[in-house]
């Protein structure tokens, strides 16, 4: 049985990488979504639309592709804090999550048109942070630019310093993709990293 094609609908290079580590052939390609939250939306809620009209976007083009797509926000008591994009409003967020706990929502859908498939899935990751001095997250900031990244730091670099716990299921859901929830859904819907 001939393997469907594989779309990661996500131009993150951190999603890219993760997926790479299954092994499996795959494209790349722009969901172009609109990532703007609804009003009176959850961060969680919005996570979860976000990764499957991506997913949606892309498998529209592709039928016959297995889609892959993927959203992170960062819930502060309730407040979705997003890419922050630019140095200063890194150096906000941070200061926010300074000694606070944080949620991470990272939801992943895959979507295979043709055979009517549709699954999505969350990945929640507890963060605690300690307690940041300014002179601490200007020099982080300076030092790994996290300003593509939902909540201003990246754990798989030098932002595990700024975080004194990290609880999750899914040790690479906090990067951006749950591998785990991931290969589960590759796999209902025909395509099985460990198959011939």
Known sequence: MTRPPLILASTSRYRCELLQRLR???????PAVDEEAAPDETPEKLAWRLALAKA???????????????????????QALGKPGNHAMALLQLRQLSGRAAIFHTAVAVVRTNVGF????????????RALSDAEIERYLRLDEPYDCAGSAKCETLGITLMESITSDDPTALIGLPLIRTSRMLRQAGIDPLSP
């Open 24 to 30: 499996l052939p795959f494209d790349v390609e722009s």
């Open 56 to 78: 949606r976007a892309v498998a529209a083009r592709h039928p016959d592709a297995v889609v892959i797509g993927s959203d992170q926000v960062c819930d502060l008591d309730g």
């Open 118 to 129: 549709e699954q999505v899935e969350m990945a929640s990751v507890r963060v605690q942070f």
